[in-house]
């Protein structure tokens, strides 16, 4: 990996160096301390003495260090960077951070939704993608995620939504789970969430890492040029690295291995300088009356459109190059905002995107304590703010005039209003057709199946084995045979053979379909397999046994380094291997190590049992037949682990003959031997490019 290292976090660089930064102790007024230690007692053995200010002030501040979680979205992980313009968007939009080269700092956090703050990063679930961009015209918030369709199509039904998939409210199990009676309880009554289902047990729904993960702002936006023509986009975020997930089998042990996978992915990828990158793109549409594309119902945000039709047009690169200095004030205070529009950017009459323009506003207000959030640092815009708003709980500005109202004399007039020719957001003046009230939607809305079936075409049959994989886990997570044998009939809506699949691992008959299939045109836009990708950050673990000799680890753990990608040193004992007088350091140990930490292993000869191995005592360890080829019985689990999770291997020397210990030919798809540490190095890296070792999983369908 490079040299390069985080850049200076810009909202800290300035005072980064102040806090805490080795002065005296002091109260909160400011006050020096001669000690921290004890209370104020009467005598050392005596009571407490009320009047001690320190501590009280100390526990009161810490009895309320705490605020509420959010309500969804609560575990995230976040990071600074910049977004850079190309100008391509120039000809419908006049946003001026879309303009030609024009950087623009933005922080962007990333985040699962039903977890808890504590919850594993890698358990099933959409990924939120929300990034706040500080333009010079005001702050933009795209508050996307992972999954370019949502399970309902009306705000009104968010609630709904959330407390079905939150753990049941007696015991409050399970934790950051849809695998429960009450998620799929309502999600096959409620049929309109059957596509976003759909994506949520497809590979999407575990990404490798955030860094790999695709955005969407979901909704149909409204774009205006300089002009005031319209155009209708869909905004897209595509990462550099390709879209890569876990195996279901990794991403649960992970969690308990490792739940900060994630976060620890994100922040040690930024700190040794392999930035993540995504390219912002549009999917344009005419901004017609009836907002149809192709026969899709552009306000109906369970619907995509797929890339074929309308292709992504990149329009600007993010790249994430600082980790926050503080994760409470910066990552836990940010507030993202579906409002948070300037101007050029426009909302549509999509009904799940009318309802957050009033949900976000209103929930941090619980969340942070009142309405003056805007002035926490994170959420600062970097231009003048003179909004006559005033007072409130944590008011930090300090306003001067008297006159905060409109119009008034007192303040000469200000401030002043901006129409559009001087910045000013200026809503589009789009005709409201008349109409009735109703509580209603467009009949085109009914469709919930077509897209789902459209999905599940497209994929491959590797895929399309792991979605049955995991509606089998899932549904078998069902006390409730009639909610089984309800999301069964949804499936069979979705494709027979899948609901046949999914039923005979439930043991229960498949029923046939109650609405007529469709006969979609297949999007291989939304397959993730294939392709070969940047192989930046990727961890490969370099196991090495007693009698190797370092200076070759040595070597090929630099020609890992030299490659963008992180070496881990793993042995039976920490320390350091000697390598001529010049060490190499063991980072994991056996007993530590997982596999599910690397993306490749790479083996420097075959570790045997030792007396430090858990177990050797144990007289089964003693028997030849338990430990094939005496070889230390954590490094034969790492190995039919990373194999059965399409890992790519790579083994010289000796090393190969603990893959034949772990009964892996060395011709395996995805297995490299050499006779030296570059060729397998150089053989694995290849493989890394893929990912994964695909041939590796035998299509079921
Ligand atoms: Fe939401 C947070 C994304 C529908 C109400 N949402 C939140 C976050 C993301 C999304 C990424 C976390 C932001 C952060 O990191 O702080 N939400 C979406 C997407 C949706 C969506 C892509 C559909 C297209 N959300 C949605 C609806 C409602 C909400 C329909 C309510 C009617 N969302 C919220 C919220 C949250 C939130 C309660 C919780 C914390 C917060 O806002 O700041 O207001």
Not at 276 to 299: K, S
Request: glycine share 10%; net charge negative.
């Amino acid at each position: 990996m490079s040299d390069k290292k985080n850049e200076k976090n810009p909202v800290t660089a300035a005072t980064e160096k102040v806090a805490q930064g080795g002065g005296r102790l002091t109260t909160a007024q400011g006050t020096r301390l001669y000690e921290s230690d004890h209370s104020l007692k009467a005598g050392p053995r005596g009571p407490v003495l009320l009047q001690d200010h320190h501590l009280r002030e100390k526990i009161t501040h810490f009895d309320h260090e705490r605020i509420p979680e959010r309500v969804v979205h609560a575990r995230g992980a976040a990071a600074h960077g910049v977004f850079r313009g190309y100008g391509s968007a120039a000809r419908i939009t006049r946003a001026a951070f879309l303009g030609k080269d024009v950087e623009t700092p933005v922080f962007v956090r990333f985040s699962t939704v039903l977890g808890s703050r504590g919850s594993a990063d890698t358990v099933r679930d959409t990924r939120g993608f929300a990034t706040k961009f500080y333009t010079t015209e005001g702050v933009f918030d795209l508050v996307g995620n992972n999954m370019p369709v949502f399970f309902i199509q009306d705000a009104i039904k968010f609630p709904d939504v959330i407390h079905a998939g939150k753990p049941h409210p007696d015991r409050e199990i399970p934790q950051a789970q849809s695998a429960h009676d009450t998620f799929w309880d309502f999600v096959t009554l409620h049929t309109e969430a059957t596509h976003h289902t759909l994506w949520n047990m497809s590979d999407r729904g575990i990404p490798r890492s955030y860094r790999m993960m695709e955005g969407f702002g979901v909704h149909t936006f409204r774009l205006v040029d300089a002009e005031g023509a319209t155009t209708l986009v869909k905004f897209h975020w595509k990462p550099r690295l390709g879209v890569h997930s876990l195996v279901w089998e990794e991403a649960q042990i992970t969690a308990g291995m490792d739940p900060d996978f994630h976060r620890r992915d994100l922040a040690d990828a930024i700190e040794s300088g392999a930035f993540p990158q995504w390219e912002l793109g549009v999917q344009t549409f005419p901004d017609t009356e009836e907002q149809m594309f192709e026969g899709i119902d552009l306000l109906d945000p369970t619907k995509i459109v797929p890339e074929e039709l309308a292709p992504v047009q990149p329009i600007g690169l993010l790249t994430l190059n600082a980790n926050p200095t503080n994760y409470f004030a910066e990552t836990e205070q940010v507030a993202f905002h579906v409002g948070h529009l300037v101007p050029g950017i426009d909302v549509t009459n999509d009904a799940l995107m009318q309802g957050r323009l009033f949900s976000y506003l209103d929930t941090q207000i619980t969340r942070l304590g009142g309405p003056n959030f805007a002035q926490l640092p994170i959420n600062r815009p970097h231009v003048p703010v003179d909004d006559m708003l005033r007072d409130g709980m944590h008011q930090s500005a300090v306003h001067s005039g008297v006159a905060p109202y409109r119009p008034n004399s007192l303040d000469g007039g200000c401030p002043f209003l901006a129409g559009a020719d001087a910045g000013g957001y200026v809503e589009v003046p789009v005709e409201v057709p008349a109409a009735r009230k109703v509580r209603d939607a467009a009949a085109s809305f009914d469709d919930h199946f077509s897209q789902a079936r459209l999905f599940w075409l497209s994929m491959t049959p590797t895929e399309r084995e792991h979605i049955v994989a995991s509606y089998t886990f899932e549904l078998s997570k069902c006390q409730e045979t009639a909610i089984r044998e309800r999301a069964l009939t949804v499936l069979a809506n979705i494709d027979p053979g899948l609901c046949a699949e999914v039923a005979s691992g439930l043991g229960l008959p498949a029923p046939a379909p109650t609405v007529p299939l469709t006969d979609p045109q297949p999007s291989p836009a939304l397959s993730q397999l294939g392709g070969r990708w940047p192989t930046d950050g990727r961890v490969i673990g370099v196991v090495v046994a007693a009698d190797q000799d370092p200076s070759e680890v040595r070597t090929v753990r630099q020609a890992v380094l030299d490659a963008g990608m992180v070496p881990l040193v793993v042995a039976a004992t920490g320390g350091q291997l000697d390598a001529d007088g010049d060490p190499v350091t063991v980072q994991r140990t056996f007993g530590a190590a997982r596999s599910t930490e690397f993306d490749a292993i790479l083996l420097a000869g075959a570790p045997a049992v030792g007396a430090d191995t858990y177990g050797a005592r144990d007289a089964k360890v003693d028997d030849g037949a338990a430990i094939a080829g005496g070889v230390d019985p954590r490094v034969l689990l790492m190995l039919t682990e990373a194999y059965r999770h399409g890992k790519a291997l790579g083994a010289w020397g000796a090393g190969t003959e603990a893959l034949s210990a772990a009964g892996i030919a060395s011709d395996a798809p995805g297995v490299v031997t050499a006779g030296a540490a570059s060729a397998a190095l150089e053989g694995l890296t290849e493989l890394l490019k893929h990912h994964r070792a695909w041939d590796r999983f035998t299509p079921a369908l």
